[in-house]
């Protein structure tokens, strides 16, 4: 069914034409249907009617999206006209006639009319469809920023389309002219791009593909890329092409970012560890193939971590972007400056004559990370290390001379910080015995090497043995047993501390245990607690699982931890103090007076016992200060309501100099050395049970 619009006239035709025509079809009348916008298929006109309302039809027919046919009725006396299509070639159709698409001669039958109809239809069918196709395709075009421009090889004639100018910003069709495209090619790739298309010129291929940048309307540079295909030509070589344009900014921007992402660090936008080793070595190559110095610059934050415990991590941030910035600063515009994590950062010095050279810019670095950070009106102040290794006498690879500038940085740390080191031989066979070490560390806790020795901790007044303190040690074939200090910092910085930890607290209380079963009256026993340790989320179930595990009473088990592990997150320390108190644990801080915390900060921890360090009591015969700050000590314990323990009584002169100072207990070889469990039962039942004498050294 169609709607067909009938201008004829003459009441009869109309009447006859309605009868023929509805049903199927719907039928309009001329003034109803040009006079309202309800749309139709096909107008039937008579050449009466077109003379009065010619303007009114050529109107409807114009405006309409796809072709509305008109049928023109003319009498059979106008000789040499017959039905033909509209603008046939050869055909002039009278200038007044120029709407109709088909003529048809009165009279006219039903069948004849139903004929013609039936075709008009079916061409305004197929428009509709090819309109609909052409839509479907422009926006297609659009939806995917794709354009297309001709090219005729033979004579270098173009031909813009105005998709293709609207891709660079414009509403109007270019000029068809090669020198557009080419005056907007980058000029970083305008060489290359036109090599190509001479390529292209000479030799037409649809395995064509390139990629470049246009200039935009609006100044910018947009990415395309480009395929051809072949015009095919009847008898000669393809000459002509249609190459498409897709405009692929969006995707390269991605692209961009990701690889943003994945090679730079986003918070600094400085080159991340991927990047600085992938940079690092084509800087490497560099120095090797001209024959000069290389240098790594191993940069850490000294305290960096109470920043951010103490004011967040969003003030934490600002200042590491503060960092990066002035260690940019610090070196030229042909080094590499990145971060590895963290509060770790990189700097690859190329070029370097000599040492002095990377000394200079060391010591540039260490004055502009020491001036005061401002963020967000708080002025922080935070100094670096830095460890330095030289290529090549330090290294012959981007990793190993890394790993030798890290280790130049830890000794700077321990050389107190705010300094730069550089790596040495002696340096390097330290970090050599440490691998070594670890080594023999897994091993050796695999097969259960390490054992635990016990020395007493004495009540000054009554000289009853109140406690133990546990000291791990380490057999050795056929040596001296190797302590504590010999092994725990490799435990420490390789994370073995973990699970050696883990096993002091199970052996402990396992021991504390077994003292009870053989009789032995219960006494507290200390444990030495790193700050690794501490710091683990777990960290108090693990001491409740070991504790439930051997089955004894908490309070009987003492934590030993040093000033500055729990100075370094006063708030998180409190936290966890706070649940060991609550499972019943004691802790006694340990090693006091070699630190930095203030009395406002040591009055916030929940402890129970503070132990001077042995470095003071040492120094208790010859140094008035050692003398003066033990006696201050212990009266600030006395104040804190604490009990104090003096470490490291070697004499009797020390153990009387404390006792007449009101401290309460104090442990030494003087008293006892440390013992193996068997030897510590043996010597707690004879010497204090019995005797309660003090044992000889």
Not at 83 to 88: A, D, G, K, Q
Request: a negative charge; aromatic letters at 8%.
């Amino acid at each position: 069914m169609a709607a067909i619009l009938l201008a004829l006239e003459g009441a009869g035709n109309r009447r006859i034409l309605f009868e023929w025509l509805a049903p199927p079809h719907e039928i309009f009348y001329l003034e109803e249907g040009l006079a309202s916008d309800r749309p139709v298929d096909l107008i039937i006109v008579d050449s009466p009617a077109l003379d009065r309302f010619g303007q009114a039809i050529e109107d409807r027919v114009s405006t309409a999206q796809t072709l509305l046919p008109v049928l023109l009725v003319v009498p059979r006396h106008r000789p040499g006209i017959h039905i033909v299509p509209r603008h046939r070639p050869g055909i002039a159709l009278p200038q007044r006639w120029r709407q109709a698409n088909e003529l048809i001669t009165a009279p006219i039958t039903k069948d004849e009319l139903e004929v013609r109809i039936a075709g008009l239809l079916t061409l305004r069918e197929r428009e509709k469809h090819l309109y609909e196709a052409r839509e479907l395709l422009r926006m297609a075009t659009e939806l995917a920023q794709l354009g297309f421009w001709e090219w005729d090889t033979r004579t270098d004639q173009v031909h813009f389309p105005l998709e293709w100018s609207k891709q660079l910003g414009y509403a109007e069709a270019l000029p068809n002219q090669l020198e557009e495209w080419v005056l907007r090619l980058h000029p970083d790739e305008r060489e290359q791009v036109l090599a190509k298309l001479d390529r292209l010129r000479t030799a037409p291929s649809s395995e064509f593909e390139i990629e470049f940048r246009l200039r935009h309307r609006d100044g910018s540079y947009r990415w395309f890329q480009s395929k051809v295909a072949l015009i095919p030509e009847q008898g000669s070589a393809n000459r002509r092409l249609v190459i498409s344009q897709l405009d692929v900014s969006a995707q390269k921007a991605a692209q961009e970012h990701i690889r943003k992402i994945s090679q730079y660090d986003a918070l600094t936008d400085l080159p991340n560890r991927a990047l600085l080793y992938e940079f690092g070595e084509h800087l490497l190559a560099g120095a090797r193939r001209s024959g000069t110095k290389l240098a790594i610059l191993f940069f850490d934050l000294d305290r960096f971590k109470p920043i951010n415990d103490t004011y967040g991590h969003h003030v934490g941030d600002q200042v590491l972007q503060q960092v990066a910035r002035r260690i940019s600063q610090s070196v030229r515009g042909e080094d590499l400056v990145g971060r590895l994590g963290g509060d770790e950062f990189l700097a690859v010095l190329t070029r370097i004559r000599k040492c002095e050279d990377a000394a200079r810019v060391a010591h540039h670095a260490l004055k502009l990370l020491g001036q005061p950070y401002h963020v967000e009106g708080l002025e922080i102040d935070c100094t670096p290390c830095i460890g330095i290794s030289l290529f090549p006498q330090d290294g012959e690879s981007i990793p190993s001379l890394i790993k030798h500038a890290d280790d130049a940085m830890y000794y700077a740390k321990e050389a107190g910080g705010n300094n730069y080191q550089f790596f040495t031989k002696a340096l390097n066979q330290k970090a050599q015995a440490a691998a070594v070490l670890e080594n023999r560390m897994r091993d050796g806790i695999e097969r259960d090497e390490f054992r635990l020795f016990y020395q007493p901790v004495i009540d000054t007044v009554s000289a009853a043995v109140v406690g133990v303190e546990a000291l791990i040690r380490w057999p050795q074939a056929g040596q001296t047993d190797l302590g504590a200090a010999m092994f725990i910092p490799v435990a420490e910085s390789s994370g073995l501390i973990h699970g050696l930890g883990e096993w002091v607290f199970d052996e402990a209380c396992r021991q504390h245990r077994q003292w009870l079963e053989a009789g032995l009256p219960p006494i507290t026993v200390a444990v030495n607690v790193s700050a690794a340790q501490f710091r683990a989320k777990d960290f108090p179930q693990r001491l409740a699982h070991a504790i439930n595990d051997a089955c004894i009473a908490p309070a009987y088990l003492s934590l030993e931890i040093t000033e500055n592990t729990l100075m370094t997150n006063m708030d998180e320390s409190v936290r966890v103090l706070g649940e060991l108190r609550g499972l019943g644990i004691k802790v006694a801080l340990d090693a006091f007076g070699t630190g930095s915390s203030s009395l406002s900060q040591l009055s916030r921890l929940p402890l129970d016992k503070i132990k001077v360090d042995r470095s003071f009591i040492h120094h208790l015969d010859d140094d008035d200060a050692s003398c003066a700050l033990v006696e201050a000590i212990i009266a600030l314990g006395r104040t804190l309501d604490l009990q104090i323990v003096a470490e490291g009584v070697e004499n009797e002169e020390m153990l009387q100099f404390v006792k007449r100072r009101h401290c309460q207990q104090a442990q030494g070889f003087y008293l006892c050395r440390p013992l193996p469990a068997d030897e510590f039962a043996h010597w707690y039942r004879r010497e204090i049970l019995a005797t309660s004498q003090p044992c000889q050294r």
